[in-house]
């Protein structure tokens, strides 16, 4: 099994992941869902969970999932990348944008084609 992450590096891991939050051992998120898309996405998990060899934790509320990973090993580089698979799957069952460091959850402004008369070195001047 692979070593539990240092607070700094889950930190800094959690940072690409704004959904998930840590809670001791594990990181956790909240899904907002309905009955229906829960079931999915729940289904989607214990696939992804199975394939991987790495379990989730679902617990179940009336109107939302909690997602929990890691454990009394602590949380592991696999359960972030279990994070951020899982946020794909949660996008594609709930009206959710995926949110992490692979999507960006604004939309991105579009970028004009560049004139081509101009000339970097130009603009910058003289080098002194």
Known sequence: MSEPLAPAVLADSLLGLPAWRSAGSTIERDVPTTPDAADDLVARIGELSAGIGRSVT??????????????????????????????????????LPAEHAHHDVAPAEEVADPDPHFNEAEARGPVL
């Not at 679902?58 to 972030?80: H, M, N, S």
């Not at 990348?81 to 069952?93: F, N």
């Open 58 to 95: 679902v617990g179940r509320g009336p109107d939302q999932l909690t997602l929990t990973l890691g454990g009394d090993g602590g949380v592991v580089a696999l359960d972030i990348a279990m994070a951020s698979r899982i946020e794909d799957l949660v996008a594609q069952t709930t009206d």
